[in-house]
């Protein structure tokens, strides 16, 4: 046997078209002419690396001289330089991801920091619970409209980020131009519509999560992080070095401020991620999910409940942690204690400086420093029911009292914050792990969707409690 012959038997080259799909019955063994050549000796070189996801020619003058293929084929090989496995791409992911997290969190508390505010500058009753639930119910409608059509939209996204920048322009025109019953009605009308947008964004940003060339859960949940504390911290800076003051006008330079970054910001997020996904490698990657696997997936509400009971405790996670979470942030908490709006932003931050630091933990530690069961997460995110029995009772019955003092409220809700922070983040992490290779792409695609829904719903769940116990409970 010559030596081109013992190389073919002894080595045998595969790929993977997506390891969330194939099992090892499925793998595909080239032609022994595809590795050999026209005098029967072996190119070794031209197959340097195999990865799950991507494969290239090291040879880059092979790459260059393939004439055959389009440049924009989703099967083309691809050259060292451009691939997705290396560093360089894998930064540019990575920060993608984090920025994508971070501006949506970023247009969502800016409309907390805000709901603690706008009443101020309209002259009107606080509505701060009422500006929640028609955000969290109008992001609800959106992504159940959402569901039902392919949710790997990669372009679609970029420009939904480009409409909340225009909806920000709209807020801001709200606040300047009106004030009273009408200007609350406006505002209103305003924050369903960003709601709406936003819904459409994140429901479609997840399936760019999940359909991503790499796993990056990691980066975008520390971004949603970081998109919390931004806001806290710009009010902060506006507090005390460029709007300092209390009176009426002083609070609205400051929403202006606000919102006028979060509308910055989500243009550039919006460029960036056009630019992204322009990049050689991610428009073929994409292109590939689109035309021959995400193309052909149907999400539906069947399907998701097939996969739902493998993620059944990650759920319960969820439903436990923005339950108590939302059921009392931002309407109730601070939103009705008896402290100065500037105390009461200053505690939504502290939430906020809670939440980055556990999903930094969550995120960047290794493996071995976190918790491994899920059933030891779900006792620690149970504990948020005793935050929020505290919570009812301080504010019926223990006022005025050591248990109703400034400490004893900012320790709660930072509690409140550093639990849900890491419980949070290690559900994000580990629920492609926690649905089952063996399923079906339809299956696992609408159960990773559904989750994403499940998660929305208790978001407005959370914010209609809200409501209801503003109206009837604490009067």
Sequence with gaps: MDSSEDYINQNVFYFLVDNQTMNMKDHVYPDETDIMGS??????????????????????????????????DPTILIDS?????????????????????????????????????????????????????????????????????????????AGFNLIQGTCCLFLMTVISITNGVHGKLFFLAVIGLLGSIFGMSNITTFALVN?????????????????????????????????????????????????????????????????????????????????????????????????????????????????????????I?????????????????????????????????????QIKNKYVVLLIASTNFAISSYFVLEIMYFKNMLLSTLPARITAISLLALNCGYCLAYTMTNLDDSIPRSLSTDVRTSTTMMFGVAIDIFYALGSFISQLLLLYVFK
């Design 81 to 157: 330089e451009y691939d997705i496995s290396s560093d360089r791409i894998k930064r540019f992911i990575y920060l993608v991801a984090m920025m994508q997290g971070m501006v949506l969190m970023l247009v969502m508390n800016a409309c907390y920091l805000t709901s603690t505010m706008i009443h101020i500058v309209l002259d009107v009753e606080a509505f701060g619970a009422l500006i929640t639930l028609v955000f969290h119910g109008f992001i609800l409608l959106a992504d159940l409209i959402i569901f039902w059509v392919n949710p790997l939209m990669p372009w679609v996204t």
């Design 39 to 72: 005098d029967g000796a072996v190119e070794r070189s031209s197959f340097e690396k195999w990865d799950n996801r991507t494969y290239k020619f090291s040879n880059k003058d092979q790459y260059n001289n393939d004439v055959s293929k389009s440049p924009d």
């Design 333 to 369: 908490i601070p939103g009705i204690w008896d402290v100065s709006v500037n105390t009461k932003v200053q505690m939504i931050g502290i939430i906020q400086v809670g939440l980055i630091i556990t999903r930094g933990y969550a995120v960047f530690m290794p493996k071995k420093a």
């Design 211 to 331: 359909f991503a060339p790499i796993n990056y859960l990691g980066s975008f949940s520390f971004g949603l992080a970081l998109g919390g504390l931004i806001p806290y911290l710009i009010t902060t800076l506006l507090r005390y070095v460029i709007v300092p003051g209390k009176c009426e006008c002083v609070y609205y330079y400051r929403m202006l401020f606000l919102i006028g970054l979060v509308c910055l910001m989500t243009f550039v997020n919006g460029i960036v991620l056009l630019v992204y996904l322009e990049s050689p490698p991610i428009k073929n990657h994409y292109n590939r999910m689109i035309t021959q696997e995400a193309g052909s997936v149907k999400c539906t509400f069947r399907n998701g409940c097939k996969g739902l009971p493998y993620c059944w405790v990650l759920l319960l996670i969820n439903a436990i942690l923005l339950l108590n979470l939302f059921t009392f942030f931002p309407g």
